[in-house]
């Protein structure tokens, strides 16, 4: 069965640090690694990874993905309060054509000012 | 483009009841995932639906069903209810992206089971 491990589980920063959030995986047929940041509402699209190495940004998000050890790391400079959230991780495998994500239980960041 | 509606937005039944969520995709995407947000459980696959068919299903009891209808809106049912199933129920549509899927998340629908 496929397996998503994020840590920590949760974390208290104060304004301006930088986090690294972690996301471990096993997964047949992988795909793509996801992921997704969740205030009190539904999960919104971050970042999709689906090459080892290649490192996506967005602003002061960035994430990188290692195929080889199967894990994912997710970081955040200048943390603000705003990245207050859950962050969750969540792989796409299958087999043959069907669609399925699996989600870890997700990483709750509080950033203090 | 308008993003994925659910309705109800919220929702109070007694145990025994039953329930149906639905769901409408964003125009053009033809996938629609249905998931269940606990606390303890985080978010759970239930099932996948793509042009009418069933294509995955999570391991959840015969009491959770869906089914799509042909302009790709989607229903959930949840029969003979539990206070387990007390949640928030989300449905994610999705379009092919090159090998995978890119996939974006309705409200929800939190249900409360009594």
């Known amino acids: 069965e496929d397996k998503v491990v994020q840590s920590p589980l949760s974390l208290v920063v104060h304004e301006g640090d930088t986090v690294t959030l972690n996301c471990s995986y096993e997964?047949?047929?992988?795909?793509?690694l996801l992921w997704y940041k969740q205030e009190k509402k539904a999960p919104t699209f971050l970042f999709m990874l689906?090459?080892?190495?290649i490192e996506k940004k967005s602003g002061r998000l960035s994430s990188i993905l290692d195929k080889k050890e199967l894990f994912s790391i997710l970081n955040i400079t200048a943390t603000q309060t705003g990245d207050s959230a859950v962050y969750l991780c969540?792989?796409?495998?299958?087999?043959?054509?069907?669609?399925?994500?699996?989600f870890g239980k997700g990483t709750l960041l509080t950033v203090n000012p | 483009k308008a993003g994925v509606t659910q309705t109800p937005r919220y929702l109070i039944k007694t145990r025994g009841q039953q329930v149906t969520l639905s769901c409408s995709p964003i125009?053009?995407?033809?996938?629609v995932s249905w998931y269940q947000q606990t606390p303890g459980q985080g978010l759970q696959f239930l099932f996948e639906?793509?042009?009418?068919?069933?294509?995955n299903k999570g391991n959840f009891p015969g009491r959770f069903s869906g089914r799509q209808f042909s302009n790709s809106r989607s229903e959930m049912n949840v029969s003979t209810l539990e206070l387990g199933d007390s949640a928030l129920y989300l449905c994610?549509?999705?379009?092919?992206?090159?090998?995978?899927?890119?996939?974006?998340f309705g409200p929800g629908t939190r249900l409360t089971v009594t």
């Open positions: 994610a549509s999705g379009i092919l992206a090159g090998p995978t899927y890119e996939q974006y």
């Open positions: 997964v047949t047929n992988f795909r793509s």
């Open positions: 689906t090459s080892s190495g």
């Open positions: 969540a792989v796409e495998g299958s087999g043959g054509s069907n669609y399925k994500l699996t």
């Open positions: 125009s053009g995407h033809r996938s």
């Open positions: 639906y793509f042009s009418e068919t069933q294509r």
